[in-house]
T-cell receptor
Framework: GAGVSQSPSNKVTEKGKDVELRCDPI?????LYWYRQSLGQGLEFLIY????????KSGLPSDRFSAERTGGSVSTLTIQRTQQEDSAVYLC????????????FGDGTRLSIL | KQEVTQIPAALSVPEGENLVLNCSFT??????LQWFRQDPGKGLTSLLL?????REQTSGRLNASLDKSSGRSTLYIAASQPGDSATYLC???????????FGKGTKLTVNP
């Protein structure tokens, strides 16, 4: 497909479980971003990958959150020992590596922690 | 602290009306500003991106302006249509980082 693909589209899990969210960026985009959208906080930056550089992890809310990007393409966001406050929509975006390139978003994963 | 503010939070207009959505930001060290629309249950669709050296960008019925000195951007929608109903978000990047800082959006309803 031509757009950013995220899976699953919905995830319901019990508190304390680990979850993995997947993002497949647009082909040729070397920059990849994760954001979180929740009712009270709006859209918040989580982490940013750019080529082979060290990722910018400054938005990760706790050490339960981690992300990796394999082969410069697909990325996985992992949340360990989920808490109810982790319930949100997790959005992935990608862009070309040059400055001033628009970020293109996937439809997100809606995560619900019971 | 809210770095990007969008007012109003919601707006309802009749079809055919021209309208302006507002976005203000607290730090003038902006690198670029991007406008998005979000439909319910969907991700964000990029509408326009204005670089800090630019004053406006246009796409079809949309025109976005940027005034760094006053810390404001506006999105002008001409001849609004019911299909324009969505939440509109503005987001900025600042020098040295590509991460977007978002406002909380304006929910627009265009009534037939």
């Amino acid at each position: 497909g031509a757009g950013v693909s995220q899976s699953p589209s919905n995830k319901v899990t019990e508190k304390g479980k680990d979850v993995e969210l997947r993002c497949d960026p647009i082909s040729g985009h070397t920059a990849l971003y994760w954001y979180r959208q929740s009712l009270g906080q709006g859209l918040e930056f989580l982490i940013y990958f750019q080529g082979n550089s060290a990722p910018d992890k400054s938005g990760l809310p706790s050490d339960r959150f981690s992300a990796e990007r394999t082969g410069g393409s697909v990325s996985t966001l992992t949340i360990q020992r989920t808490q109810q406050e982790d319930s949100a929509v997790y959005l992935c975006a990608s862009s070309f590596m040059w400055r001033n390139q628009p970020q293109h978003f996937g439809d997100g994963t809606r995560l619900s922690i019971l | 602290k809210q770095e990007v503010t969008q007012i109003p939070a919601a707006l309802s207009v009749p079809e055919g009306e021209n309208l302006v959505l507002n976005c203000s930001f607290t730090d003038s060290a902006i690198y670029n500003l991007q406008w998005f629309r979000q439909d319910p249950g969907k991700g964000l669709t990029s509408l326009l991106l204005i670089q800090s050296s630019q004053r406006e960008q246009t796409s079809g019925r949309l025109n976005a302006s940027l005034d760094k000195s006053s810390g404001r951007s506006t999105l002008y929608i001409a001849a609004s249509q019911p299909g324009d109903s969505a939440t509109y978000l503005c987001a900025k990047t600042q020098g040295g980082s590509e991460k977007l800082v978002f406002g909380k959006g304006t929910k627009l309803t265009v009534n037939p």
